[in-house]
């Protein structure tokens, strides 16, 4: 109702009554005091209808929405929330403009994502329309970056009404706690995983091999003195004497002779000559045996006509024709045909004959032999004796004949100052720290040992490991991808998916390795059953080992596995008390007096 009708309806209801009052003989103080209660009772009536007139947007309630998850949880880096909504009919103001914004409070601070606008029926605007009669419904997906501070938050909805030209909030309203950080346990998990170490090539028998060439003239098979104290053959009979005299560190494996006969002629004429020059090379080499006082076999092969070394030669020649001569070779196999269709290519015919041809007639003769290294004793009595003796790769691997740390550091210490511009003795001195838990030390290391060889995987991956640490899943992610290669590859692209969030990728670069990584990335995986296999099959399980069990325990309702895992983490790490008290994953049994009494 109108202000001004509403003065006019008490205003004439006032002279109406004091008219009536007076004619009855009334007093005119009665008359005044009866009017007060008319124009209260007016006033009253007047304010309800103009209330009914003007509407305010009703307050917002928890049971209007609706989270997922209902804890929130962290994925990765972040924390993804929906929020699914529902307006009530009757409380949607027709006029009004309301602004839904989503607030997650954790102590220090709190973030904010990004906002929703709704409006009445009778606004004029571009945000979404809600019926006053009959509601309406909204879904929100935001993510908030992660901060450890999250681990206990709170989500807030705030709600900013704007009507005409006021402005007001409605009171906020909690929708739900946060946040389960189970998946950041990463950060302690890589404590214990196999970070990268710089092997040693260390080989105790060498494959070694010694070739020479004898060379023949055209349809000849004999041994031409000017072949056989050719510079090649020389240097092959004086390692044959070589490997006879020092029997201890070379052992003759066999002399392979190769014999061939050039292409040109006929196959039944090639393939005697290609014999023949087979059977006097290998007596040659007999008599050489011999004479070096050495038993061994002699494996002699031949090829009559040898197409294979000629096409080689014809490939890597500057002849003109030569793709011509190629282009015959692929489109014939019958030895005839070939050298026929080659014949008949006189102007390179002649240069055939006289620079290609002439490199196929002949003997190879290698000799096998194997070269014999210290055994393990002999490394560990040179090492104490004077270790500037040993080779870089002896040194390395004198490293793994102990299991004493301290003996380890000591042997790669030892390496560094022999041998400085090796990358892995720097890097395998940071492993043995980063498996003390000296974490500044082993990244000393790791930078050193970049600083030398900045490609090696083995150093890619431990840098990225120090990065994981710190829960700098990016920064590590360069590092680890470059370094894949690595021995220790898969298990670090494992731990970095886990610290992604990818954890099905990280499960499966995990399958098989029984270690708590593997456990969790299961966990996350929500493979609960092969998780606690991994448990299990861990032969030096540590407080995390535990810690991960207790929570396998409270996903699983398993009151029993919950309690022990959490009694022993607790035992190794009192730490973990603490966190326990305050982890989502234990809200269900926080109230327990067995929970209370483990984490007192």
């Not at 040693?200 to 020479?212: G, L, P, Y």
């Not at 104290?229 to 003759?252: F, G, H, I, P, R």
């Not at 290998?282 to 076999?297: L, Q, R, S, T, V």
């Not at 730490?575 to 209370?596: H, M, N, R, W």
Request: with cysteine; proline share 3%; aromatic share 8%.
């Amino acid at each position: 109702m109108p202000a001004a009708r509403h003065l006019y309806f008490v205003n004439w209801i006032s002279k109406l009554n004091f008219v009536k009052v007076i004619k009855n003989g009334k007093t005119k103080s009665n008359s005044i005091s009866m009017l007060k209660k008319i124009y209260l009772l007016l006033t009253i009536a007047a304010t309800v209808v103009l209330g009914s007139c003007s509407s305010k947007m009703g307050d917002m309630k928890q049971e209007f929405f609706t989270v997922t998850p209902s804890i929130l949880e962290v994925i990765g880096s972040q924390v993804p929330v929906t929020i699914d909504g529902k307006f009530p009919a009757k409380v949607f103001d027709k006029k009004s403009v309301l602004t839904v914004t989503p607030v997650l409070k954790y102590n220090g601070g709190e973030a904010i994502a990004e906002s929703m606008t709704f409006q009445g029926s009778k606004v004029r605007g571009n945000d979404r329309t809600i019926s006053y009669e009959n509601g309406g419904t909204f879904k929100m997906k935001m993510t908030f970056d992660y901060v450890p501070e999250m681990e206990k938050s709170e989500l807030y909805l705030r709600f900013s009404v704007n009507r005409g030209k006021k402005t007001y909030t409605l009171p906020e309203v909690k929708v739900a706690d946060g946040c389960i950080a189970t998946s950041q346990l990463y950060c302690n998990t890589v404590k214990s995983a196999n970070i990268a170490i710089g092997e040693d090539a260390f080989q105790r028998v060498i494959k070694q091999a010694k070739e020479a060439n004898i060379m023949f003239l055209i349809q000849q098979t004999n041994l031409r003195s000017s072949e056989l104290n050719s510079t090649e053959m020389k240097e092959l009979t004086a390692a044959l004497a070589d490997v006879a005299q020092d029997y201890e560190n070379k052992v003759l494996e066999d002399i392979q002779v190769s014999a061939y006969a050039s292409p040109d002629g006929g196959y039944i004429l090639n393939d005697g000559i290609a014999t023949g020059r087979g059977d006097n090379a290998a007596k040659h080499m007999k008599n050489e045996m011999k004479k070096a006082k050495i038993d061994g076999f002699i494996d002699n092969r031949y090829t009559a006509e040898d197409w294979d070394g000629f096409q080689e030669l014809v490939s890597r020649s500057n002849l003109p024709d030569k793709e011509l001569i190629l282009r015959v070779l692929s489109m014939y196999t019958d030895p005839e045909e070939r050298e026929e269709q080659i014949k008949n290519i006189s102007s390179v015919y002649g240069e055939l004959a006289d620079e290609i041809l002439p490199k196929l007639r002949r003997a190879r003769i290698t000799l096998n032999y194997q070269l014999i290294g210290r055994s393990d004793d002999q490394i560990i009595e040179q090492y104490a004796a004077n270790p500037k003796e040993l080779t870089l790769e002896e040194i390395l691997y004198a490293s793994i004949l102990t299991d004493d740390a301290a003996k380890k550091e000591e042997i790669f210490k030892t390496a560094v100052k022999i041998y400085p511009n090796d990358y892995r003795a720097y890097n395998n001195l940071g492993v043995l720290a980063y498996k003390k838990g000296d974490y500044t030390t082993a990244k000393n290391y790791f930078n050193a040992a970049s600083k030398i060889d900045g490609s090696a995987p083995e150093v890619k991956v431990n840098l990225g490991y120090m990065e994981l640490l710190e829960g700098n899943a990016a920064a590590a992610e360069p590092y680890i991808t470059m370094g894949a290669d690595a021995k220790a590859g898969d298990e670090a692209l494992g731990n970095l998916y886990i610290a992604q969030g990818e954890y099905g990728r990280a499960a499966a670069k995990l399958r098989g390795n029984n270690s708590n990584s593997a456990a969790l990335a299961q966990l996350l995986n929500k493979d609960y059953s092969s998780s606690r296999s991994t448990l299990e099959s861990i032969k030096e399980p540590d407080a995390m080992t535990y810690y991960i069990k207790a929570v396998l325990g409270a996903r699983t309702a398993n009151v029993s596995l919950l309690y022990d895992g959490l009694k022993n983490a607790v035992k190794l790490d009192p730490s973990l008390a603490k966190k326990a008290a305050s982890d989502l994953e234990f809200f269900k049994y926080t109230q327990d007096a067995t929970f209370q009494n483990i984490i007192k």
